[in-house]
Every structure is written in C-alpha cells, then in structure tokens.
C-alpha cells in the first residue's frame, strides 16, 4: 500500500487513515509537495529521529519488503462472501456462531491461565534450586576466603540459563525477543507482522521466558504473558494446523481479518488477566494500547475470556498450593495487601503529584537510553552469536555486580522482619540478615513485596539507593536484548526503591502520618513505570486490581496521569520508540494538525492505477507487476482524463484475491462463459496465508496469458468513496474513505 | 430523517445505522416490502410489543412531530467551516484547545461533584429532621392507643414532600421524571432529545429529587445524578446563556454535536463518579450504555472529569465531616468495608450463579410488571394534576404500608447490633430495638448498609422476607412516577434482602463457612439490580469501586453475566424497556440479523429527492415544504433516470443549515455574484436552536421567492457514498453511509 504511487482506496476508515500515515511519516504526496515545517517541527521535537531522516532513510519498499500489509477491515462483499452471509444470517446459524465464539474464547482464558500457571511453575522450581544451590555454597564457604566461589557458581548458572534464552530466541523465532507488547500493539492497531502469531514463536515465548527469568536477568514475566495469550488466541479462533492441513469448518466464520483481530485483542487481555489478576485491566489494556474499533460485543468478548483466565489461573495456584478448591482471585504477580492505604491527606496527594514528575523524568530518561542503546545494537550486534553473546554478557554483569554489592553493603536488619525464604547473613550478626540480598538473591517479584510490605527499619536509605541505580541501568542494558523479557517488574522495582527512600524519609520526619514507607513505594512503582510505558488507565486499573485495594486507585491514577505528561514532554513511551525504531507505521489516534489542510487529491497518486471488468491476463499481470499495491479499483466506461471522463468505480479488488484467481485459473471460456467459479470453501483455505503472486506467476502457461479474466463476480462491489476534495482528516476522528473519483 | 420518504444520505456511519434501524423499526421500505417473518417472531419473541403492532402504532412523522433528530456526526466541509479549520489548524493553537477542554472538563467535574454535595445535604437534613420529629412521635405514642398518630405524621410530611416533587417535575419539567438514565442513554446514542439537556431541567431533577428520596419513596438519588452530570457538562461546554445572548467566544470550538456529546459523555460519567464514588465504573458505563464512537481522546476526557468529581465530593465529604484534608475516595453511596470478602469457594461460585438467574427472573418480572404499569399510566395518567396525585397517592401507600409493618412484624435485636441513628423500640425489651425498623425507617443507603453489614443474628427470615415482597412492589409502581428518581438503590435494596436470607440459610447450615450472611446479601444486590438494568461490565466495576475491594469483581461479574442472560431472555432492560415505550429509536450495537439480505437500494427511496447546486428559492421552498427531511442531496448535470442518467452527487446540505442561508438571505444579485456571504459566527450563533424553517419562511417577501440561492459555498463538499448494491449491515460493524447514486 505504498501511496506515493497507488490510490488510497481500499477498506473503510482504518485503511485510510493508515494510509495517510504513512504518506505523512514517509513525506511522499502525490504532486510531490513537501511536508510542511510545522510537521517536521513537531516531528523532531518528540521523536529522536525528525522527519527528514525518516524521509531519506525509508523508502516506501522497504516497508513492503518488510512484507508488513495492513489488515482488512472490512466484509469483502462480492456474491462467494454474500452467498456465505445468507447462509450464516439466520438467527439460529447466528446463535450457534455465538455459542462457538463463546466455547472459543473459554478456551483461549483456559490455555492462556494453563501456559501461565507452567511458566510460573517451571520458574520457581528453577529458581529455587538455583538459590537453594547457591545460599548453601554461601553458607559453606562465607567465613574463608573462598567466599568468591558461590558467586562464581551463580553466574555460572545464570549465564547458562540466559545463554539458553538467548539461543532459543536468537536462533528459532527472532521475534519473540522483548516482551511482545509493542508487536501486539501494532498487530491490534491493524499492521499484520509476519510470524507474530505462530506457534513456534510463542513455544520459544514461553521456554526464553521461563530460562530468561530463573536466570537471574532484571526481567518479569508479565509482558510476554501477553504476548503469548494473543498467539493462544489466534490459534485457538482459527482452529487450523498449516502443514497437515487440517482444519475445522465449523470455526471458518472466524477466518478473517476482523474476527481475527478481535479474538487477539481478548487473548492478550488474557495474558493481562493471568499476569496480574486483573480481567478489567486487561480489557483497558487492549482497549487503550490495541483495538481501534470498539464496540459492545468486542468488550463483552473481552472482557469473558481475560475473566476465565484469571479464575481459571487462580483455581490452579489454589489447588496446587493449597489441594483446596477455594481460592483468592489474582494473578502471577500480587503486591500483597496493603493494610495501610485507606485514607490520603491533601498534602500526601501533593506529595504523589512530585513523585508523578520525577517518574516521568526518571522514565524518559530510561527511554532515551534505551533507544539509543538499541540504534547501537541495529548497527553492531546484528549476527545471531553476537547476539547470545550479548545476553550472556550481561547476564554475567548483572549477577556478578549483585554478588559484589550484597558484599560490600553492609546492611543488617532483624531476621524476624523478612519473608524471603533463602535469608544470607553475610556479614550480619546471627539472628539478622543481609537485606540487600533480599532485593539482589530473590525473584523480582519476591523483592517487590519485600519493598511494599517489609517494616519500616528493614531498609537503609543507603542501599536502596545503591539498588536503585545499579538496578535502573541494569534494566535498561537488558532490555532489548534478544530474549523473552518483561519491563513491567523492573519498572516497579526501580520505582518502589525509589519510592521507599521517600516513604523512609517521610516516615523519620512525620512519624505518625506516614506509618509505613510502603505507600509511597507503590506510587513510585506506579510512577516510574508510568514514565516508561506511558499508560494511564489500563495501568491505574492493573495496580489497582494487581493490590485487591480500590482505594489506591485515584493517587495511582493522578500519578500516572502526572508522569505520562511530563513523561512524553521529554520523549515517546518505550513501546512507541520501539515501534518506531523497527520502522513500523503505527497509527496515531489523533490526526495530525497538518492533515487538516491536505485534501485527498493532495496524498492520491495521478494517474490512477485501475483494472477493467473483464481483462486479458496477460495485461491484469503487467500492470499488477509493476504496480506492487495492495488493492486495485475496477472502473467501467471510457477512461480519458483529458476529456475529464474517469469511468465509474463499480468495485475494488485485493491483490490476494486477484492471486486466488490466477492460482485456480477461473479464466472466460472461449464463449465468454467462465470455465469455473470460485467457492467460499476455496477463499477460507487460501486464509491467511496467501500464496505469494510472484509463485502464482510462474506456474501460469504462455496460454494462460491470453485468456480473459471476468473481476466481476469476485469484486467487492460496494466500495466506499469521497470526492477528491474531501479533507484528509477534521478535528475529530471522521470514518470515511477515499476515492481518487471526481 | 423519516426513511420512507427521504434518500438516506446525510452523514456517516451512525446515521445510516440509525436509518436503517428506523426503516426496520417501523417495517418500512421504499418499494413496500413487507418485513420478514424472521424478523417479526424475533421481535415478538422479545419484546412486549411485537413488530406489527409497532408497524400500525408508529408513523414516522409521528417521531417527527416528537422533534427527536439525530445529531450531527461529521465535520461539515464547507468553505466557512474549513476557514474556521484552518485558523484552528496550527499547533499553538490546538494546545490552547486542549488546555481550555481541560478546565471545561475540571469545572464539569468540580460542579457536579458540588451539586451532589448540595442535593445530599439537603437530603440528610430533611431526612434527619423527619426521622427525629416522627420517632419523637413514636416514643410518646409509642404505649397508648394514639399509636397511630405518629404513623399519620409521617405519611403527611411524605405526602407533603412528594407531592412537592412531583408538582416541580409536572408542571415545570416533565422530561426531568424518573431516573434520567434512558434519555441520557438515547442522547449519546444520537437522538437529540429537546428540553433535556436546559439548565430548567436540572434545577428541577435535583429539586424533586431533594424531595422525592426525604419524602419516603421508594428510589434513590444516583441515578438522577447521572442526568444531572450529563446538564452540568452540557451547559458549561458550551459557555452560552440563550437568553441574554451571552457567550463566550473561546469555547465556541466546542459548539458542535460531536464535541457537545463528548462532553455529556464525560458528564454522565462525573455523575455515576460523584454517586459511586467510581471515576471507572463511571468511563465504563459511559462507554457500555451511550457513546457509540469510542477513541483513546474520548475515554482520556471522560476519565478526567470523573476523576475530578470524585475526588472534589470526597474532599467536601471530608471537609464537612470532619473538618480536615485528609479524605478517603468514596462517594454519595458507599457500601462499607466488607472485611469477610478474601476467598471463595467453587461451591460458593456455583450459590452465586444460582442468584444470578434467581435475580435475573425477578429483575425480568419486575420489568414486565412496570412496562404494564407504564403502558397504563400512558393511556390513563395523562392530566399534571393526575400526575400529582398518583405520586401521593403511591407516596401514601408507602409510608402506611411501611409504618404497619413495623408494628406487625415483632423481630428484635439488641440495641448494640445496630448502627441506625433513630432505633425503633416499639414493642421489643427495654435493650432492643424492631429490626424492621431499620429497614424501613431509615434512609434507603443506611438500609442497605444494615443488610450488608449487621451481625448474623439481626434480622429474622421472615422480616426479611416481608421487606422484600413489599418492597419489591413498592419499588415497581414507584419508578415511573412524574418525580424524579432513581432506581440503583431499590433494586439493591430488594436484592439484598432476599440475598440476605439465603446468606442466613447457608450461615445456619454451615456456619463455619459461612461466618456472615453479608456476602450473600451483596451478591443478591447485584443480581437483582442486574436482572433489572441488564449492564454488566460497567455495573461490576461501580459495585467494585462502593465495596472498595477488587477481590468481589469476580463473582459480581459471574453473577452479573447471569442475571443478565437469563434476564435478556425474558424480558428487555428496564432502560430499553422504557426508551421502546416512548417510540425513541435506540440504534443497537449489533445489526440485525435480517440486515444481512437487505441493500440500499432496498430501503432507500425513489425517486430521491435532491436539490440543485443553484436554485430558485421559491423551487427550493417547495421541494423542502413538501419533503420535511433532516438533510438533502445536492445533484449536478442532467437527471432523467428513464435514460439512466442520475447526474453527479457533489455535496449535502441540512435542513438547519438551508434554514440559516435563508434567515440571513445569502442570495446572488442579478449579476450572479453573491450580496453577502455567511460568516462562522452566524453558524456559531444559530448553534444548537436553529430557527424553525416554518419561522424563516414566514418571514420572506414575494421578491425573496424570486431570488437565486447558491447553494455550493455552504454545501457539505465531501460526503461519503456508496453504490446501491451494498448491503446494509455486514456481519460486524462497518463503518460506510448511503448513496442511492449509482
């Protein structure tokens, strides 16, 4: 769909608008007028590469080559697809459907909450042999001066398990690398990634997870869960094995773009739903970052599944835990229960709004790193070996500086204060321990509860900010390497240690207000992971629910909202800088204030690239040949722009259809009558993988090419269009769709 | 926009969903064909009012005469209109617009929050002076045969009080009756309901509503602040007194129907914060019950002012109370701290779906019953005075139905169980107190804390039983009276009584268990307000936030979900129950199954009724006299379809906007230039009360009728079409609009 030479033309409002995107991110108008100062102003002031270096850098075949196409989003209403419609519009067909979807999305929560509950299971049992391993080589060897031997044992078992990670990721499924979320984003937001969806990428999901996480690294596994209950939600909806080509009929209403679309946005609601116990949060989630249409059934659709994965996840932890069948609701990761949070002062709101700013400076400032961390590793860690070098590396970093500072940190505190299971001494007295290693030799997840809820003289102000920036620039190396990874854990945890030095020196000061540092360590959880992410309301309502308390949901949601602005006055979130590093063309939700002097004609290309009714192949193929567009209007009646006479638009076609029709050869005979027609049953098993045109090509005879080709019937006969004055966007997000036909 | 009669043209998506919504309501098509049988029994199946029935009741001009129009959709490209988008284009000048929507949404927050303040203060201290004086009353009398005495007291003043409301909603507002929530639902739906949104409206909603909940009845003040939000948004977005021709000039960007809904989508949404204390529930019932575009902008404002409101009504909660700034999130309502509610059973689950359907039959009971009450109040209550009456009347049964069955039924509990500020001894010991005196001697907010919250042993089965079947009536012939009311409160009520009574029945089964009935009690609450309203996602979030614990959002939404399907399979909501009682056209979100077989050229009429780019205005009278459509095409070059020939569409124009030209007689001079031009202003100034057409024509001379109107400067430049053939709905929302233009 490159626009600088095809007409903007095909599907309804969600084509257009991503059509004008990439005209505008790429600077390409069909009169070649160049983008105006105001948007590049605006461009370079917010992202860290401005216009005109997009501009040189891209070119519109890149992003084909990339092989990423927009989604339809539309019914393709031609008489094979109308002819199915009538079959499944009666109202019992209809209600069998719904029952299927139903069925379809329990089950899309049931495996989302089963692969959940197996990741989790396999990380603790290699976390706690892991620890257990190494706290007993500590106690061995802690008073000699062999003391260096445990930590050399460590590293040597994180450096393993990441190395695994990063071969599995590195070598199968490149994509599944980071925590997904910016790819899920952009799938839901309707740009189809190759291989996002696949089966082996969530398998290798899942097991780089499971060894990236026991493996020591400043990750959580809370992001991938999304990604891996949108890859269970495409699989499960379409019901369809590839290679042995199999697949069930009763599930092909579901094989669509559209049906697709919505079955991924409630699996990775699901994932939410299983990572932090929070089915609305999910559905928030998918609504703010994901879906661009919203409607009732699409809530309700995923809002069940991201339900029944998270009753379905905490059943499973009860009854392993516990052989009851009575159970808490909740997630993988909980923050425990806050006892202290029932009632805020007007100056502790202030104190909130603070901590919201310096989240975001803190956030932006990540990443800014970050990006320019990843622009280095596009450029010089590009081969597969470097890359699980890489890994390795900074798994070996990562554990050999905690070593190092649970040593040279000498902070004691009670042993009666702690939950941690494995409690070092190191250098404390007998009946304390050492409460570095309670933040430093524990799961992520264990040292965030131990920020949240440990008593107050549990921490010294001095080690938590030792852990906060070894812990902050940690994180940062790490994402982005080429393993599964989280940010949401490290995020928390870099803001509830700074958060708790707050609480600590609230707490010295007003004693009486201000209990227990734990308040202000979740706000700044909330607010440096605000900062990065840029989320408000999908994250106000998953702390919210990840805490069981709704009355933290206002100071949370007042902090986020502070550090998502100040956040994006400094740069983009972290998952948008990525998108935009990948080079993909996500689509904003407001219109850019340029657009609202462009018209159509502006962005359309001249002459416009059209197919006949009825073609000879061989010219259907030339011009499809060197026109690599995605979609072609079909005009009738003499064509002569000199004269002003454009032919009438009587239909669009897309170029994976006009492949199916070669591939089956639905040619005219010879007395004009066709030879064939195409059935439903022939577009279902052509979805979603399409035979490529180049293949379909090669295997037509030089007879084929001069048969006629009737586009009629397979059409879509009801395109939508607009005069070619119409404005390219107003104020408000207008559905409308273009036709370069005066 | 009658279908019958006028070419389905104007606008975007939601108005042709909306056209064909009517064509099907009402049975009508251009070429008269009879609606389908499958359609018919669907109808009939569901609703009380089966199709044919509608067919011969309804006539389209019927709704016209009503003056319901759709609102405006789209952004009118005109050269005015684009002018004034130009100017509005530049970056300075969009943040300034951000920046002032930001303070119109905190103001709108802030008043509601305000107004909730002022109508629960006034409530509380009517209410107290009430319960005093009788239970005053009732201590002196208490012995004698006067006992009676006190009973009448009590129904005079709640005869007194309701009747003041109902005279206030008669006399000076009748749109402000009931609970508000219908029309507001049909207003962001897209019906532009008249009188709704007036400032008149609303001071007599809260008025009535003062006096209707500390008259007795049987209703509640939450959802009446919902409507009340939705006018306090209305009037402050739009910065304009009618009257005094005041306005304030910067907000005039707001001026227009997709910014205005916007607004009253975030004022609802304040209102629901400042009734619940749930700025979520508030975003979501917003988005579940009204707005039919949802985009990341939208949910981003909505938010935003139910955020602000909660949090100013928590603060002057605080304020009032207890002198301090330090305040805890809440709001009108508040349900207490439900300290038993941690963990649940699988048995538990299963208990909660059974109320779940139990809640769901008695909900659609209770909206059979009230859609009779209602269709007989149409036909037989019609006079104020009748209106009046009817409301003391019911007021009156209340009140002596509630004072004898506090002396009727004898169930006491000692003194130290209860939290009610007046306890009834009546005839219990000396440390006792009637236990169904705290249910129907009290506020309904602290009756329904008292079924949540007392002590196992506080209220018998049978008392219990008692208050729900009375009330369950009560409650039913109340909603639907000419006061203002709300119905969230009641349904709670009546459902936590028998939710109650069955948490005794577990709790004396299995007492260790099942500790306290109150659980039980909030789950009956639950089902029974769902079985009633039918919402569930947004329901479950508001009953979330009142509890103040994530940990019920579970089984509320499992409950939820049941009461709601097998509701929906009685009966209709009471909403939609309502909105179909008044003949409003409520746009579904789903299209109808029928819609699959019919195209535009189906229900479109012919011959279309279309306008010239440059007419006589005497023609263009006649055309627009005898054709009372909402917009028309405009059709250039030569029409005679005997040739198949229909000319080219090139633009629209509304009737209010023609209405506008010619108030300010925009006609050419003889040399064909134009005398004058309109301005942005004169369109501002003519926003939302256009002049009736009748009004603008009554005013033009004989030589005005020979005059020439131009029509293409003001003429929207860009309206979407599509070919006759398209269907008109696809299996999921499509966003497309008609053209009978081939």
């Not at 007028?33 to 501009?55: A, C, D, K, M, T």
């Not at 925590?179 to 780089?208: D, E, F, H």
């Not at 310096?358 to 956030?363: K, P, W």
Request: with cysteine; hydrophobic share 45%; net charge neutral.
């Amino acid at each position: 769909m490159a626009c600088d030479e095809g007409p903007l033309i095909v599907g309804g409002a969600e084509v257009k608008r991503r059509a004008a995107s990439y005209c505008y991110r790429l600077g390409i108008s069909s009169d070649v007028e160049p983008i105006s100062p105001v948007y590049g102003h605006q461009r370079s002031r917010r992202s860290s590469s401005p216009l005109p270096l997009v501009r040189e850098e891209l070119k519109p075949h890149e992003i084909l080559d990339q092989g990423v196409e927009s989604f339809g989003y539309d019914f393709v209403q031609n008489s094979v697809f109308i002819e199915e419609l009538m079959k499944n519009g009666t109202i019992g067909k209809r209600y069998s459907i719904e029952v299927i979807r139903h069925v379809v999305l329990f089950l899309i929560g049931f495996c989302t909450a089963l692969a959940a509950s197996l990741i989790d299971y396999l990380i603790e049992v290699i976390s706690e042999l892991k620890y257990r391993t190494v706290s007993s080589l500590i106690v061995r060897f802690e008073s000699g001066w062999l003391f260096s031997i445990p930590g050399f044992a460590w590293c040597g078992i994180n450096v393993f398990l990441t190395g695994l990670a990063a071969v599995l990721v590195a070598f199968l499924a490149p994509i599944a690398a980071g925590s997904g979320i910016p790819q899920v984003k952009c799938y839901l937001n309707g740009l189809n990634l190759p291989r996002l969806m696949r089966c082996l990428t969530m398998v290798v999901k899942g097991a780089g997870l499971v060894f990236a996480v026991s493996g020591g690294l400043a990750v959580g596994k809370e992001g991938p869960m999304i990604h891996i209950g949108s890859v269970i939600a495409a699989g499960i909806s379409q019901g369809r094995i590839t290679f042995c080509n199999w697949s069930l009929r009763f599930l092909r209403f579901f094989r669509n773009d559209p049906q697709k679309r919505d079955f991924v946005g409630a699996g990775a609601a699901a994932g939410v739903a299983a990572a932090f116990g929070a089915p609305v949060g999910g559905l928030l989630f998918t609504l703010e970052e994901g879906a661009s249409f919203v409607y009732q059934r699409l809530t309700w659709t995923i809002l069940f599944a991201s339900m029944v994965s998270m009753f379905v996840l905490a059943l499973i932890k009860t009854v392993v835990h516990t052989r009851t069948f009575s159970f808490t609701p909740g997630g993988l990761v909980s923050f425990g229960t806050f006892t202290f949070l029932d009632s805020y002062s007007i100056y502790e709101i202030l104190m909130f709004l603070v901590m919201g700013v310096f989240g975001g400076v803190c956030g932006a400032v990540f990443v800014k790193i970050n990006a320019l961390l990843t622009q280095y590793r596009q450029k010089f860690v590009t081969s597969k070996y470097a890359k699980v070098l890489e890994a390795m590396l900074v798994s070996f970093l990562t554990t050999s500086i905690g070593y190092s500072f649970m040593w040279l940190i000498r902070d004691c505190s009670p042993l009666a204060f702690t939950t941690n299971p494995h409690p070092l001494r190191l250098m404390c007295a007998d009946n304390e321990f050492n409460s570095m290693s309670s933040l430093l030799f524990n799961t992520p997840e264990r040292s965030l509860r131990t920020l949240f809820h440990e008593p107050p003289g549990t921490f010294s102000v001095s080690s938590l900010v030792v852990f906060f920036v070894v812990y902050y620039f940690v994180a940062c190396i790490t994402y982005g390497l080429s393993v599964s990874s989280g940010l949401f854990i490290p995020a928390l945890l870099i803001g509830a240690s700074w958060g708790r030095v707050i609480g600590i020196w609230m707490n010295s000061s007003y004693p009486e207000s201000f209990p227990h540092p734990g308040k202000f360590a979740l706000i700044g959880a909330a607010a440096q992971l605000g900062g990065i992410v840029r989320m408000t309301l999908s994250l106000t309502v998953i702390l919210m629910e990840s805490t069981g308390s709704v009355l933290v949901g206002l100071p949370l949601l007042m902090t986020l909202t502070v550090a998502k602005y100040v956040g994006d006055f400094l740069s983009e979130g972290i998952y948008d800088e990525h998108i935009g590093l990948s080079s993909l063309a996500l689509l904003p939700w407001e219109p850019d204030p340029l657009s609202s002097t462009k018209r159509a004609h502006d962005i359309m290309c001249s002459p416009v690239v059209f197919l006949s009714p009825c073609m000879r192949v061989g010219d259907l193929i030339r011009k499809v040949e060197s026109n690599p567009h995605h979609g072609f209007p079909i005009v009738e009646g003499p064509v002569d722009p000199a004269r002003f006479s454009y032919g009438t638009l009587i239909g669009t076609i897309s170029t994976e259809h006009l492949g199916i029709l070669l591939k089956h050869r639905i040619f005219l005979k010879e007395d004009g009558t066709p030879a064939k027609s195409l059935t439903f049953d022939e577009y279902d098993s052509a979805y979603p993988s399409y035979a490529k045109l180049k293949d379909v090509l090669s295997q037509l005879t030089e007879e084929d090419m001069e048969a006629t080709l009737d586009l009629q019937p397979y059409m879509c006969e009801a395109p939508y269009s607009v005069p070619e004055v119409t404005l390219t966007f107003a104020f408000f997000p207008v559905d409308n769709c273009f036709c370069p036909f005066a």
